[in-house]
């Protein structure tokens, strides 16, 4: 159950574009699409941005977007707005019943 | 509107007990997995628990099995946390969340918990 790896930091210019990458293994990010992001600000609950791999769920902005590779998932910001400076999670189901969370990556707007 | 709020988190020694509670609306409860996560000050988030609808299967992270117990009542549209045997490193703020069966889509505001002599 070991945390999945993203980058400690990410930034981009308002609108640019900016891509965070979430690596794990194939027993779980490579193995099942029960990927997520979520998007947390200070002193804040994290919000939910993306579902199985590549959903928006309703409010969230189109300019947000996933994917997955191999081990590899990656939540790309597109048109970066000062809003969505944040911390960012990605998340996986890890099997029998057990979920793992990413280190987290703080993407600040310039 | 989904509603979910966390109670019962303080401080607490080492060694010692505390049951969280989250008191859920706005949605099925007892047809919806339901999760704990907390967040340890100025850390990541961490997966604690989970439990199936009818309360029938129960997972947890390793570092509790054994020491916490999730639980729910759906005609209270409750879930609770009972956590045994803390440790400094179990300090952290606990969000319970609903689990939609791909993603946590609805988290509540968290409680905090703080382990201290």
């Known amino acids: 159950q070991s945390a999945l790896t993203q980058p400690p930091s990410a930034s981009g210019s308002p609108g640019q574009s900016v891509t965070i990458s979430c690596t794990g293994t194939?027993?779980?990010?490579?193995?099942?699409?029960?990927v997520s992001w979520y998007q947390q600000s200070p002193g804040k609950a994290p919000k939910l941005m993306i579902s199985e791999v590549s959903k928006r769920p309703s409010g969230v902005p189109a300019r947000f977007s996933g994917s997955k590779s191999g081990n590899t998932a990656s939540l790309t910001v597109s048109g970066l707005q000062a809003e969505d400076e944040a911390e960012y999670y990605c998340?996986?189901?890890?099997?029998?019943?057990?979920?793992?969370f990413g280190t987290g990556t703080k993407l600040s707007v310039l | 509107e989904v509603q979910l709020v966390e109670s019962g988190g303080g401080l607490v020694q080492p060694g010692g007990s505390l049951r969280l509670s989250c008191a859920a609306s706005g949605f099925t409860f007892s047809s919806s997995w339901m999760s704990w996560v907390r967040q340890a000050p100025g850390k990541g988030l961490e997966w604690v628990a989970s439990i199936k609808p009818d309360g029938s299967a129960k997972y947890y992270v390793d570092s509790v099995k054994g020491r916490f117990t999730v639980s729910r009542d759906n005609p209270k549209d409750s879930l609770y946390l009972q956590m045994n045997s803390l440790r400094a490193e179990d300090t952290a703020v606990f969000y319970c969340?609903?689990?939609?069966?791909?993603?946590?889509?609805?988290w509540g505001q968290g409680t905090l918990v703080a382990v201290s002599s």
């Open positions: 998340s996986s189901y890890a099997g029998s019943g057990n979920y793992v």
């Open positions: 969340a609903v689990y939609n069966g791909w993603a946590f889509d609805y």
């Open positions: 194939s027993s779980d990010v490579g193995g099942y699409n029960h």
